[in-house]
């Protein structure tokens, strides 16, 4: 039925990743892994093919690839919790993997931020060393960064803002809004790889919005 | 130029307060706005915040209320006094609806007088350069000046106001003639600018 | 901010909120004052708004001197530590002028694009004019006198 | 890069799926020095918004005591902006749909805007 309805639709991403979850079922993953990459052709955003590779690649004990595949899903999906634990899970049985942990909000110098719209620090920090004063003044300016890039979207038509990145020299940082009214910051070296951030910092957000609710 | 908002209702018109250097233009402003009520006079632009130098006032607007249905404004300005002013001199006549004429009582000044008397005319034309016909009352300042000091009011009109336009006198240190003079001159804008109504129109 | 027109405020408010201008003065195309916001002494309003509608009259008169048909959309000058935007629009009230100060915190762009946006929202917001003679009601006179009579206090 | 090269870097780039166009900005003044892009693409107001965004992300590092920005990218809901910076004041930004080739672009916006300097 996939492969007729594949017939009528070639070009649909959701039609090619049928199939290869079909193919994957069947256990040919040569054939399944050809299907998610048509998909992705289709549609370079699709996270269903991209956990599907990570999943025929983790199956074949390839951690490394699954790894990267998840990382890729999550740039595009930072709030789908499904690839956050996929991730987890990937890493947790990655031979020699350091399992990266989800920065804690009550930590200080987690290199976590939670700010609200006035620019006031709900949680965390930046700095190493816990020192709210630069906390608080990050808090400050991220305000206007957050309020800045939903005024780009507003104005230029592109909907709500799902995250932004700035890589300096030294630096990644991710920006996440939570609920309506807060966002939060992840501060890291230059070394993390994007999609590792953009995981780590989806939840991290999904964390925060939880601790939110606990609040109010 | 007198604006009129039919919406909302609301009428604003601009008075400018002519005359030669030092006749007393600015001290006309403050002594209106010292016998006006604080809630009519508008909330106007704060001044330079040099401690204790007396700010320059050039600028006041003067609420008066509901009449007739219709909430009334009133600017006022003083025209500026310095040389290269010339441009903002223009600027605020093309849009005056009145005129009130600050010349100085003073024997010695009358050539001043004069001669402010014809810039105003030179610079009272509408944007196309015709000459417009706007209301003006004269008010003779520093009366209260010594009398061998002072030149007289038949004097003064016969060199100043062969039209017959209202004329006071006053006495700016105690404000004597300035509201009775704004009055005169508010009233003759807003008949000009309604000329005589139609009964019922 | 000081407004004659107070269906100007709303634009003008957002104008200054979102370019992050520090001070803006509208005006008529002959120089008459609409609205401002910055300006401490009403002196300098004047001026500013005397050499802006001369300004933007010189660079109409130099554009078609160059041959630009339409004319120059704006006239900009960019200071080291602050910009000045100069720029002409419709109304229904006939062309107004818009002069904009702003620092390093704001920008050409930014001035130009929620400049933009004033324009429309003033163009939209004004209330048609009415002729004098239509609208004045008997009795004008009259009311009028007695209110200046009780705002001067000569009873 | 002259400036014929930089309308061909740009043409390259809108050249990807999805990507709706692409510029070069100064920066300081939010104004375009170069672009390429779709008609309903309101390349003017990209420009001041993404410069003014570029700053706000400036004072963001400043304050976190990090070097200036080199990229940026923003993903929202119906679209992306990325930017990667060029010789100051210039930057090379991209406006794309948010199911563009996002990891292509940035690589290519990359390799561009450092052919820029």
């Known amino acids: 039925m996939a492969l007729a309805g594949l017939g009528h639709y070639p070009s649909v991403a959701d039609a090619h990743d049928l199939l290869a ?35 025929v690649a983790f199956r074949a004990r390839d951690f490394t690839t699954a790894e990267r595949q998840l990382e890729l899903a999550a740039m595009h999906a930072p709030h789908d919790a499904t690839v956050m634990v996929a991730l987890d899970r990937v890493r947790s049985v990655q031979p020699g993997a350091v399992a990266e942990d989800v920065p804690r909000l009550t930590d200080p110098a987690s290199g976590l931020l939670l700010y609200d719209m006035q620019g006031m620090r709900l949680a965390g920090g930046v700095g190493d060393d816990g020192d709210e004063t630069l906390a608080d003044a990050v808090a400050a300016e991220g305000a206007g960064l957050t309020r800045e890039a939903a005024r780009l979207t507003r104005l230029l038509g592109l909907g709500r803002t799902r995250h932004f990145l700035v890589e300096t020299a030294d630096a990644r940082i991710a920006m996440i809004p939570v609920a309506d009214d807060a966002a939060l910051l992840l501060h890291r070296g230059a070394a993390i790889p994007i999609g590792r951030l953009l995981a780590l910092a989806g939840r991290a957000a999904q964390a925060a919005d939880e601790w939110l609710e606990r609040m109010r | 130029m007198a604006r009129l908002d039919a919406e909302r209702r609301e009428l604003a018109a601009t008075v ?186 | 901010m000081r407004v004659l027109e107070p269906w100007v405020a709303a634009p003008l408010t957002e104008l200054l909120g979102e370019s992050g201008a520090r001070l803006a003065l509208i005006m008529t195309s002959a120089g008459q004052v609409v609205a401002q916001h910055g300006f401490t002494r009403s002196l300098d309003v004047m001026s500013a708004a005397a050499l802006g509608a001369g300004i933007l009259a010189t660079t109409g008169e130099l554009a078609n001197v160059v041959g630009a048909p339409s004319g120059f959309g704006a006239v900009v000058h960019q200071g080291g530590q602050q910009g000045v935007w100069l720029a002409g629009f419709d109304t229904p009230r006939g062309r107004w002028i818009g002069l904009v100060v702003f620092g390093p915190e704001s920008s050409i762009g930014l001035v130009r694009l929620f400049f933009a946006r004033f324009a429309e929202q003033v163009a939209r917001a004004a209330p048609p004019l009415v002729p004098v003679r239509e609208v004045l009601a008997e009795g004008f006179e009259r009311e009028l006198d007695q209110s200046l009579r009780a705002l001067f206090g000569a009873g | 890069m002259n400036p014929e090269e930089w309308s061909d ?7 990807i799926t999805g990507v709706l166009g692409a510029l070069i900005i100064s920066a300081d003044d939010g104004l375009v020095v170069a672009e390429t892009a779709i008609d309903e693409l309101a390349t003017a107001d990209v420009a001041a918004l993404a410069a003014a965004l570029v700053s706000r992300a400036a004072r963001c590092t400043a304050a976190m005591r990090s070097a200036v920005p080199s990229s940026i990218h923003l993903l929202a809901e119906q679209g992306a902006v990325l930017a990667v910076a060029g010789p100051p004041p210039l930057w090379l930004v991209a406006v794309a749909r948010h199911d563009a080739e996002l990891g292509r672009l940035r690589l290519l916006l990359r390799d561009f805007a450092g052919a820029l300097r």
């Open chain 1, 21 to 55: 979850r079909i193919r994957a079922d069947q256990g040919d993953d040569a054939a399944a892994i050809a299907a998610w990459h048509a998909a992705l052709e289709c549609d370079p955003a699709h996270v269903g093919a991209r956990k599907g590779l990570a999943f």
């Open chain 4, 9 to 15: 870097a740009l043409r390259q780039l809108t050249g």
């Open chain 2, 16 to 201: 400018v307060v002519y005359g030669p250097p030092k006749a007393g233009k600015t001290t006309i402003l403050h002594c209106i706005r010292d016998r006006v009520t604080p809630e009519r006079r508008g909330g106007f632009a704060p001044f330079g915040s040099d401690a204790g130098v007396a700010p320059l006032l050039d600028w006041l607007p003067l609420d008066l209320g509901t009449i007739a249905g219709w909430h009334a404004r009133v600017d006022l300005y003083a025209i500026p006094d310095q040389r290269h002013a010339d441009a903002t001199r223009r600027l605020i006549l093309a849009d005056a609806d009145g005129v009130l004429f600050a010349a100085d009582s003073q024997a010695a000044r009358l050539g001043d007088n004069v001669a402010a008397l014809a810039s105003l005319r030179d610079n009272l034309d509408d944007h196309d350069g015709r000459p417009r016909d706007v209301p003006v009352v004269f008010l003779y300042t520093k009366a209260d000046l010594p009398g061998e000091l002072l030149l007289g009011e038949i004097a003064m009109n016969r060199s100043l106001n062969p039209q017959h336009h209202p004329v006071f006198s006053c006495s700016a240190l105690r404000g004597e003639g300035v509201l009775e003079a704004l009055h005169a001159v508010i009233m003759l804008l807003m008949r000009h600018l309604a000329p005589v109504r139609e009964k019922g129109a």
